[in-house]
């Protein structure tokens, strides 16, 4: 028989265990050992049993258990101070109210807007790398006291869980989750209500969403429900499982996460008393039409100021932040125009009150090569936030690429898409035999650079013998999930000797593990097949993979990457030296980083945005084997890892996976693996335990989430912040900029650079000699406060194009009547070479972020 309900009984602790619910209810735990320590105290083999969930630990505990822990005097001192720990990390004054504080322009708090976020595996709301930094950035902004607030959806299934057939094929399964039994709880007003909100969808009924909170460390994660009593079916459905459904059902988690997550940000301030954010965080273009509901707030909203939809939007974007981490055109978010524009419709629709054709307008591939019956999120995303960034120093340089159609009169160094390096939470992910060696050597637990200091002094013996326990915890924990795999496949417990010996504690360990599309080339390895088996089998350096990675459900090729990466693991010959992990989630990859000596990563270049899995191999100590794209390119120095060659240019795919992976077997033979076992007379690798110390060094601190955070805080959300004062203030200021925008674009017809004059240089310029430009200008309608006229001057190259340009602004000298004006400026010449410049007019504002925001730009005639 089957239960037609289910749901979770919680337990009653005695009071003097209460702080056990507490410590619990607090996702701190998943990134604190100390409180982790106080679980595992409670029954350490049903701590191991639950996957480390508290909730489920206290749920299972016995009443015997419970009542020997509420006398056990040792254990009740140790539960208190684990609490007192807690409140102390709570309220104390952190790097954000020491010396953030004070700044102007300081938001008062942020609302950071995610499709999934990968706090922990006993929350599975995440997929893979989009979701693991949302969690990262959430733990690094507690750490540092940034006042954020998380907001998602709450997904019944999660995204999936993986096997494997017989034959090697990825099978998904989506267990149901109950919230009762997660550690988060319901957002419920003063009277013990819950709290909803609604949304009118076309067609039906408005759909309600229930909120949950979840407590990360200081941070509060909105997650909204709509697995809600009163909902017809269809709509329950909405938050069923993450990346799952149709174009219209993506569409609606969508509308539920911007629109509804703006609603649901307004309850919990209000029922809290929580500050109202003063910046929204759009990562990646899922949660875009935040933006639309804010304009709907400051349009016809009652409570709102009653704005007009240009002010409105000059609100929104100066507090609006975008980030991509798309770097391919199919990563995108895509909608029919028509399915937008049936859930926008004016009367009735999501934002009722919103034109529908200005909604519309914003996600519209209006540029060429774009697609007129398409709806981009990218797009919208961009067009909603004045301040947007890439996840690398590539990245943003692959961006602005990929969206120069939006600012088609600038260069593509010029398109206002600027780059934070993504990071990671270093106290999640590095294990904790590496905190306590630092540790030993004078390291700090609350001071990061101390870390980094210990390191230098810990003895090389004393590193070596740690990342082999390191290794041989990985290697045990390989060796269980190969059997459970192999079970699930049908295998018979006799068939499955050989897993007692599969993988060794003393061979060169290399880690690969991600998600599984094309471009990351899970089986560039495979190659050559015979070579490959080579390096496994080395009589004297052999080496050892362990790979894991999960395909979207609905990617066939994928798929059969990973397939015919199984069925190369499952020879006999070498099975022993590779496996293939199903279900790569972050409980695998917390010992799978630190027991990897190599951290390999061979995507197509320019594809991988930024490759977080690195750095993390980095902070444990692990060298990096890797193409040089994303943070990779950034911050490889030659001596902390390795770089694969790539072959860029080649237009012949084959040819190209041919030539990385033979470069990939030669570094493996030739450098890697000899560096490895070149032992001295105690066994010790000491040039590799120099790279290990130099890989610390020169990578840890910047790989770090708090950089990450700190960098997003003085970057972009100080500056938002900031602007958005500037405009708020009985909104006269945003009034004024939307009405100098419509009055430039109206008038930059009439804008034109006329003539062009320059002394001071002979025939034969040398350096230090001054160029004397002169400019004469028509600027219509506007006046040369709405301009600023700028000589682009730097190196012509054969086709006289511009590179490695600087720009000097010229200065109003004499004005004439019908709009004419003529501007001087002087330009040194500071370098030899071929030299050329420009004359350009372009749009002025203080309040602009960008020269280019508003996409115009008039350049002297050729």
Known sequence: ????????????????????????????????????????????????????????????????????????????????????????????????????????????????????????????????????????????????????????????????????????????????????????????????????ISIALPGGPDLQARIWVASVGRVPLLMLDTDVEGNPEHYAEITDRLYGGNSEHRLRQELLLGVGGVRAVREYCRITGHPEPEVFHTNEGHAGFLGVERVRELTVDPAGPGLDVDTALEVGRASTVFTTHTPVPAGIDRFPRSLVEQYFATDGGATPGVPVERVLALGTEDYDGGDAAVFNMAVMGFRLAQRANGVSLLHGEVSRGMFSGLWPAFDEAEVPIGSITNGVHAPTWVARELFDLAAAHGADGEDPDSFWAAAEKVPAGDMWSTKRVLRDRLVHEARRRLRRSWEKRGAASAELGWIDSALDPDVLTIGFARRVPSYKRLTLMLRDPARLKALLLHPERPVQLVIAGKSHPADDGGKRLIQEMVRFADDPEVRHRIVFLPNYDIAMAQPLYPGCDVWLNNPLRPYEACGTSGMKAALNGGLNLSILDGWWDEWFDGENGWAIPSADGLDDPDRRDDLEATALYDLIEHEVAPRFYDLDHEGVPTRWVEMLRHTLGSLGPKVLATRMVRDYTRTLYAPAAGTARALNSDFAGARALAEWKRRVRSGWGEVRVEHVESTGVGDAPQVGDVLQVRAFVALGSLAPEDVVVQVVHGRADAEDALRDTTTTDLHVVESYEGGRHRLDAEVTLGSSGPFGYTVRVLPANPLLVSPAELGVVALAPA
Do not use: C
């Open 1 to 196: 028989m089957r239960a037609i309900r289910r749901f979770t009984v919680r337990p009653v602790l005695p009071a003097s265990l209460s702080a056990l619910s507490e410590l619990a209810g607090n996702l701190r735990w998943s990134w604190h050992p100390p409180t982790q320590d106080v679980f595992a105290e409670v029954d350490d083999e049903l701590w191991t049993s639950s996957g480390h969930d508290p909730v489920r630990l206290l749920g299972a505990v016995g009443a015997a258990r419970l009542e020997q822990l509420a006398a056990d005097e040792g254990f009740l001192g140790r539960l208190a101070a684990a609490r007192a720990d807690l409140e102390r990390y709570l309220t104390e004054p952190r790097w954000f109210q020491q010396q953030e504080g004070e700044r102007a322009g300081t938001p008062r708090a942020v609302a950071y807007f995610s499709p999934e976020f990968g706090i922990t595996a006993v929350l599975p709301q995440y997929s893979g790398g989009l979701g693991i930094l949302a969690g990262d950035h959430l733990k690094a902004a507690s750490d540092l006291g940034v006042p954020i607030i998380g907001v998602g959806l709450l997904y019944r299934h999660g995204y999936f869980k993986q096997s494997l057939s017989r034959e090697g094929w990825q099978q998904e399964t989506y267990p149901l989750l109950d919230p009762d039994g997660l550690p988060i709880s319901l957002l419920r007003d003063g009277e013990g209500q819950r709290a909803t």
